[in-house]
């Protein structure tokens, strides 16, 4: 069992005999027929909002008079009805109460100048944030320059502490990053 199984829905059969009664009940009043004046004819409407406008005609109106049976199905399909709208609106409304007490109230104390912000004294704007370093060209020079050297020791090989100022054989202390490669001239 599903979870819209204890729902009714209408039957179509049924709506589409009542829509049909209603439009023969207007056509023997003497409302039915083509309009033979000068005017625009009616827009073209879709069949499915034929049917939904018909829908709502029978959920404004109520019974149509077509006699008792599923008279107790349409209740109860009123009731299920306009208790979901009943909560749709309910939570609509807690909606509004609570979006309008989130909303900052200021007081409009015009007593004098605003005091001056720390924010308005810098007159900084919209500009970046920017590291420490930026603001010490020396520090940052020392830094364009390590960066430089390591990448000219991926490019090319780079001369490292000779093996002659040591004296004694590290090969396998030091590993490959101390091997000495010649440059070409």
């Given at each position: 069992m599903g979870g819209d199984d204890d729902l009714p829905y209408r039957e179509r059969a049924r709506q589409r005999?009542?829509?049909?009664?209603?439009?023969?009940a207007r056509r023997s009043r003497g409302q039915g027929g083509a309009d033979l004046d000068d005017a625009e004819?009616?827009?073209r409407v879709s069949e499915k909002k034929r049917r939904r406008d018909d829908a709502d005609d029978d959920d404004d109106g109520g019974e149509s008079g077509s006699g008792g049976d599923g008279g107790e199905e349409n209740g109860y399909y009123e009731l299920v009805h306009r208790a979901s709208k009943a909560k749709k609106e309910k939570k609509k409304a807690e909606y509004e109460a609570a979006k309008a007490a989130a909303r900052p109230e200021f007081e409009d104390s015009a007593d004098g100048p605003r005091a001056l912000t720390r924010a308005i004294l810098k007159n900084k704007g919209l500009t970046p944030q920017r590291s420490k370093s930026v603001r010490n060209p020396r520090v940052k020079k020392r830094q364009r320059f390590e960066k430089a050297k390591k990448k000219m020791a991926s490019q090319k090989a780079v001369y490292k502490d000779g093996v002659g100022n040591k004296g004694v054989y590290e090969g396998e202390k030091s590993g490959i990053s101390k091997v000495i490669k010649s440059v070409r001239l």
């Open positions: 005999e009542e829509r049909l009664a209603r439009e023969a004819p009616e827009a």
